[in-house]
């Protein structure tokens, strides 16, 4: 990286001489060279006159050329493929450097970048061209175009270490000149015929003929005229005296190098400046296979990674901040008021950085310098993936680029650039900021979709895209080292061979966007996917597009992180009709200093079929506003039917009242969207079907069911052997659904709010009323159904007027009054904590019942009552049959102890026909205040568990999670009571409401957690849930959207689909 002052000593020295017939090139300094030479050449002012990628690399082979058309052949070209950490100081400090001509450049044109004409003077363009910013892959760039070269492919090389010990190397073996701009090429050991030449001093010409006379610097010839020491040791210790002591002349340093007298006072500052030069390249390990298609930059990382491939971090290794891996990326021409144009591809890059292992773990980060105006920066910490993160981004990463990259466009830069304004829009709705896609692009629809190349809106958006692609190339580049020595073999879970397929169609960096093709970008994409690009935005913007139809819907979109990325997705393709496509309006929404919410339609919703997709969020109030005015403002707009489609429907828990004096919101809502403008609504899974009811126009109420069994039948280990779990009485429809479709068992869990601890352990009576016919209870009419083999009925003509539970201590095997308990131990144990079933024993029964139902009551393995399990909870968990009982129990709080028949009815387990096993008349799920009530301390509950679990996974099933205590409560009594073997939480409303998704991670007896993207879910708290799987609805609900558009039924969309 050059000696001050080290050139201009030598330079009175250097003759004049013909260049010889075999030089090597510097890589990185002829990359530079060549860049200087052609901007000058082209008398560039400007950032926008730069020339492209392409010209540089043909620049580059021209150049070449007209050398070996001189006489000299070109015997090697070096790159950098490493550099040693004790250059980290000086790199950061070159990296600072380039922020402040970058930085300084934008805060002079920060108006607009200014395209000037060919009026001004030559001297003044050069001298305004030298405060450009260099581009950022000038390197990389002219590298690609040596290595696909016919001429030069098999010249060119990545070398682990720097390119001038391997330059300085092959010299002193062959002999030859080194081309360069390095002064410190003039250190190494050349041997006895090396030279140096800097290429600054080469005028090569296409016409010239002959090998031209150059100025030539040979370490020899300097030993000879100051009579130094010959060879390497002269010229280091002469180059010493010059380091330490720069403003001499050099007779000076001459007569002090000859007796070493700076090195013989200071050896270790000696010693520690040759390191760096005495040490050569290892021959054996100078082309390794896998840098053949490495860039400079990617194989640095890569090798730092692996120790014993360090092979040429020569000089002293000191241990610089931070310790981790570093990635110094190239410097951007980007907006110095925005973030870096590198953060919306941070993902991407951090899937690569994961995949690239450390030997041995060094840190949990890398760090990544992208600018700086400071050397005491401590760049960007970017975490490394775990091994799920690392499967789920690469599926995620596949599936993008199936979606957009696969079906736009025949022009592979096209096709990417769509990918990359698809992560902008993306990384904004993520950060909660508005997208500089939709921002440009309702700048460019007032111009034909044409852009000002020189407006600084559009320099950033051309370097993120530039961004994303490289950060694409360096993971393709380090996937295609997988399984080789430079880095490990992928995880079996990782989809290694879907990413490289997918990455095999990226752009060569030649084919990279620069300044000047933003102006027509937005001209190229719109009729090659736009539009479908524009469903991944938060903030909607407009979109002025050509009609493809006359007749056309327009989708209005307002959706979660997670599902508005691939909504009209398969993909807003309303197929199968080609010359119909559908158009996706985006709308501005105001928010005034007062809260108010106003929307504006920016393009013609006249005569169109509108659909409104929004979901229940957080901030559901806001959510309800902006979908109520979105609507009117579409019926305003003379639109012809306007459909909502909602995958969660708001305030759909409440549909009935919960009190004398309650409303029924849902309800109330309904009216609210008919009132607005709704004609037809689209939701999936409401809590309660009756709620169609409540609606004035059709409701199509999709189900998830077909979904959640097919991922059931893929990620669920011996499916086959599962049981699916009802969590309370009113989901036993669901469950039985489910359970049908994939040929399952299934039980059920309910909790009976009424049952008492103290003062109910010894007695029990069965409650009956007068004049009733004794019924089977529902339980046992479930669990018959479900797992016992089919029977007669028996007819029951008896009338029990009261029958008397035995208490365990008075013999086992015994009866009472026509009754006996049955228990999965002890026999007649009638503790409300004891697995037990009651079973009748009825006088006027037939003979033959009789003694049927005898033989059934005297075997205590009896089916029904191994499938029937009892357990107390407290404070939401199962506590042993020994727990002491709290203070208060439910029934001590409902009705006096001084009442036993009271209480005993209260408490009974056969509750009255037309009553829920849970207590409430509606047999539905448990209110938020039961779900509060499961966690009071001083209220013991009876759980109840209808179904053989053993040894068995267990599907717990229901419509939506919110509150995680009756989910804790069913996993623990299947676990704890039924001994399952895995549980897994399934719903399609992943509500999660407080701290339910921490509470149910936490939980021992919970293995997975399975919801769909109805709800939004954050993305720190799906990091912080390993157990979390969240489904995609996109396809169902695009294929709803199609279906609906075009008059077709959506009845396929409820069956099952064997795969």
């Known amino acids: 990286m050059g000696i001050r002052g080290l050139t201009s000593a030598l330079r009175p020295f250097a003759a004049y001489s013909k260049l010889a017939d075999s030089v090597v090139v510097d890589g990185p300094a002829f990359a530079y060279h060549v860049f200087l030479a052609c901007r000058l050449e082209s008398r560039v002012s400007t950032a926008l006159q730069d020339l492209s990628y392409t010209a540089l690399g043909l620049a580059a082979i021209r150049w070449l050329d007209s050398l070996q058309s001189c006489g000299s052949q070109v015997a090697a070209v070096y790159f950098d493929g490493y550099l040693p950490k004790s250059k980290a100081d000086v790199r950061l400090q070159r990296l600072v450097n380039n922020s402040a001509t970058s930085n300084s450049y934008f805060l002079a044109t920060k108006s607009g970048i200014w395209c000037d004409g060919d009026t001004r003077p030559r001297s003044r363009r050069a001298s ?20 696909t070269s016919e001429r030069y492919g098999h010249l060119t090389h990545v070398v682990p270490g720097e390119a001038d010990c391997f330059c300085a190397d092959h010299v002193r073996r062959e002999g030859g000149a080194i081309l360069t701009s390095d002064s410190d090429l003039f250190l190494y050991d050349l041997g006895q015929d090396g030279s140096v030449v800097f290429l600054s001093d080469l005028d090569i010409k296409p016409e010239d003929s002959e090998s031209p006379s150059v100025l030539t610097y040979s370490q020899r010839a300097l030993c000879e005229t100051w009579s130094l020491e010959p060879g390497q040791q002269g010229i280091l210790s002469l180059a010493f005296e010059i380091q330490r002591d720069p403003h001499r002349k050099i007779a000076y340093w001459a007569s002090q190098s000859k007796t070493k007298q700076s090195a013989n006072a200071n050896p270790a500052e000696y010693a520690d400046f040759i390191s760096e030069y005495i040490k050569g390249s290892d021959p054996s390990l100078m082309i390794q296979e896998h840098l053949r298609f490495l860039d400079p930059r990617v194989s640095e990382f890569i090798l730092s990674q692996t120790k014993d491939l360090e092979i040429a971090s020569t000089g002293p290794e000191q241990v610089s901040k931070p310790a981790g891996p570093v990635f110094y990326l190239p410097l951007l021409l980007d907006r110095w008021d925005h973030e870096s144009a590198w953060g919306p591809s941070t993902w991407i890059r951090q899937l690569a950085y994961s995949l690239c292992p450390t030997t041995p773990p060094v840190s949990p980060t890398v760090t990544e310098y992208r600018r700086t105006m400071s050397c005491k920066s401590n760049g960007q910490a970017i975490e490394l993936l775990s091994e799920r993160e690392m499967t789920e981004t690469a599926h995620r990463l596949v599936n993008s680029c199936r979606t957009l990259v696969n079906k736009t466009a025949e022009s592979p830069y096209l096709r990417w650039a769509l990918f990359c304004l698809n992560q902008e829009i993306t990384h904004a709705s993520e950060e909660g900021k508005g997208s500089l896609v939709t921002e440009v692009l309702q700048k460019a629809t007032k111009s034909k979709n044409r852009l000002n190349p020189g407006d600084w809106n559009a320099v950033h958006l051309t370097a993120q895209i530039q961004g994303t692609l490289y950060s694409l190339r360096m993971l393709h580049q380090v996937l295609q080292c997988q399984g080789g020595p430079l880095v490990g073999t992928c995880l079996p879970q990782v989809p290694a061979a879907e990413l490289l397929e997918c990455l095999s169609t990226l752009p060569s960096i030649k ?37 493809t139809a006359a007749s056309r819907p327009e989708s209005a979109l307002r959706l979660s992180p997670r599902l508005k990325r691939a909504v009209v997705c398969h993909r807003c393709d309303f197929g199968p009709r080609p010359t119909s496509v ?82 029924i919101t849902a309800r109330m809502l309904s009216n609210l969207l008919g009132v607005a403008g709704v004609k037809h609504v689209i939701t999936v899974d409401l809590h309660a079907s009756q709620m169609q009811g409540f609606f004035k126009c059709p409701v199509d109420n999709l189900h998830a069911e077909p979904l959640i069994a097919r991922w059931i039948r893929h990620n669920v280990p011996n499916w086959r052997e599962a049981v699916v779990v009802s969590k309370n009485a009113g989901g036993t429809k669901r469950v039985t659904s489910l359970a049908d479709a994939l040929k399952l068992n299934f039980g059920m869990v309910t909790t009976d709010r009424k049952r008492g601890g103290a003062g109910m352990t010894h007695s029990m009576i069965l409650n009956q009323l007068e004049g009733l016919e004794p019924l089977e209870p529902a339980a046992i009419r479930i669990a018959r159904n479900s797992f016992a083999e089919p029977r007669t009925p028996t007819p029951q003509t008896a009338r029990i007027r009261r029958s008397r539970l035995q208490t365990s201590d008075q013999g086992s095997s015994q009866r009472a009054g026509g009754l006996q308990v049955q228990t999965n131990g002890q026999v007649g144990d009638a503790s409300p904590c004891s697995s037990s079933v009651a079973v009748e024993d009825h006088a006027d029964t037939p003979a033959e019942a009789q003694t049927e139902s005898q033989t059934e009551g005297n075997d205590y393995n009896d089916q029904r009552a191994r499938e029937v399990t009892h357990g107390r909870l407290v404070q939401g968990h199962i506590v042993p049959d020994d727990f002491p009982s ?30 829920a096993l849970g207590g409430s008349g509606e047999a539905e799920a448990s209110s938020d205040e039961e779900e509060d009530k499961l966690q009071d301390p001083k209220i013991e509950h009876m759980i109840t568990l209808v179904g053989d ?21 069913a996993a623990e009594t299947v676990v704890k009571r039924g001994f399952a073997k895995k549980v897994y939480c399934i719903a399609t409303h992943g509500v999660f409401g407080g701290d339910a998704l921490e509470q149910m991670q936490k939980c021992e007896c919970i293995d997975a957690i399975v919801v769909t993207n109805s709800y939004p879910i954050s993305e720190e708290a799906a990091r912080n849930a390993p157990k979390l799987t969240v489904l995609d609805l996109s396809f169902l609900l695009s294929e709803a959207i199609r279906r609906s558009h075009y008059g077709e039924s959506i009845s396929p969309l409820f069956q099952h689909i064997r795969d």
């Open 949 to 969: 679990v053993r040894n068995r996974t267990v599907l717990i099933i229901d419509d939506m999670i919110d509150k995680s205590g009756s989910w804790i409560a």
């Open 128 to 147: 305004r061209s030298s405060r450009i910013p260099v581009p950022a892959f000038t390197v990389p760039s002219i590298l690609e175009a040596l290595r």
């Open 582 to 663: 559908a158009k996706v309006t985006w709308l501005t929404i105001f928010s005034s200093l007062q809260g108010e919410t106003s929307v504006k339609i920016l393009t013609s919703v006249r005569e169109k079929d509108v659909f409104i997709i929004q979901s229940g969020s957080p901030t559901i109030n806001d959510t309800i506003m902006e979908l109520l005015i979105m609507i009117s403002a579409c019926k305003g707009g003379s639109a012809t039917k306007i459909t909502a489609v909602l995958p969660y429907f708001p305030y759909s828990r409440q549909s009935k009242k919960k009190s004398h004096r309650g409303a």
């Open 886 to 915: 709290p203070a208060t129990s439910a029934a001590d709080t409902t009705i006096p102890d001084e009442d036993p028949m009271a209480q005993s009815q209260a408490s009974s387990y056969f509750s009255p026909d037309g009553h």
């Open 511 to 547: 084919d990279f966007p620069g300044l000047t093709d933003s102006a027509n970008l937005f001209t190229q994409l719109h009729p090659r996917g736009l539009e479908e690009l524009l469903v991944t935005a938060s903030l909607s913007r407009s979109v002025s597009a050509e009609e």
